[in-house]
């Protein structure tokens, strides 16, 4: 089927159940979407604008269904700017969200924890970011230097109560985006400390901003993952980032099931 009938088609299986939220899942959280169950699905090479990531643990589709038995949209896997892609092709997803009608998107991601209060499996609510993407952040940032945060203080306090609820603590803190593929050195981790950064990745800032410039209400919940470097004696790798992942994905899957449900 060519790509637009196939879109089209997906198009009208959302819109017979008109989900109001569309939650991304960052690196290993594919099973924070217990809650959710599937009714159609469309992989990213057949949604316009987008093509299919080339990261571990990211499945690169979009679905429809039911998250905890309200209509929701799901991608499971995102693009990043260390794949190469255009900042345009990155930000594809979220104006998709908005084409099929949804109004919030929550977005996860996993960290590297700067904070002393963040350790590898707990989380951490985003309320501002850094963007340190090169010369087009930059620029980007003299342009909407009095642009506010793209993160709904709302959503933040529904968070926090869910969290004071279940007697557990949940910082909502700053988070920086890097290009990436590499992690960070300590050098820069103790940079990005001394500006006010909280835990760091290679996602989320770019959608966050495309979000609200589109009038949707945004949320985004860091996994910590990993102390950042030079904060531990662990090496960094991949594959940690995928195995820490799991010890956070029952609380992730109760705060997004929250949110769904807000």
């Known amino acids: 089927m060519p790509v637009l009938a196939e879109f089209a088609e997906f198009a009208r299986a959302v819109r017979a159940r008109s989900p109001r939220t569309a939650v991304v899942l960052g690196s290993g959280l594919g099973t924070a979407a217990a809650a959710f169950t599937a009714h159609a699905s469309i992989g990213f090479g057949h949604i316009p ?15 429809v269904g039911e998250w905890a038995d309200n209509p929701a949209l799901l991608f499971s896997g995102r693009l990043h700017v260390y794949e190469g892609h255009p900042w345009d092709t990155i930000t594809a997803a979220v104006r998709t969200v908005a084409e099929l009608g949804a109004t919030r998107i929550v977005l996860t991601n996993a960290a590297g924890g700067i904070h002393p209060a963040l350790h590898p499996g707990g ?33 933040i306090e529904v968070l926090h109560a869910h969290e004071v609820a279940a007697k557990r603590e949940l910082l909502a803190g700053v988070y920086a985006t890097l290009t990436g593929p590499s992690y960070e050195t300590p050098a820069e981790i103790r940079a990005l400390a001394a500006i006010g ?22 949320a985004a919940i860091s996994c910590i993952t990993n102390k950042a470097a ?12 995928l195995t ?13 099931t929250c949110l769904v449900r807000e």
Do not use: F
Request: aromatic content about 4%; glycine content about 10%.
């Open 230 to 241: 030079g904060l531990s004696d662990t090496a960094l790798d991949h594959t940690e980032v």
């Open 49 to 63: 604008g987008l093509v299919p990531p080339s990261v571990q643990g990211h499945g690169g589709s979009l679905a």
């Open 244 to 256: 820490n992942a799991q010890l956070a994905v029952t609380r992730m899957g109760e705060l997004l």
């Open 123 to 155: 989380l951490m609510a985003i309320r501002g970011h850094i963007k340190w993407l090169g010369p087009k952040s930059w620029r980007a940032l003299a342009n909407n230097a009095n642009a506010p945060s793209p993160y709904s203080p709302h959503l």
């Open 197 to 218: 950064a909280d835990a760091v990745g290679m996602s989320t800032a770019l959608e966050a901003e495309e979000a609200a410039r589109l009038g949707l209400e945004v």
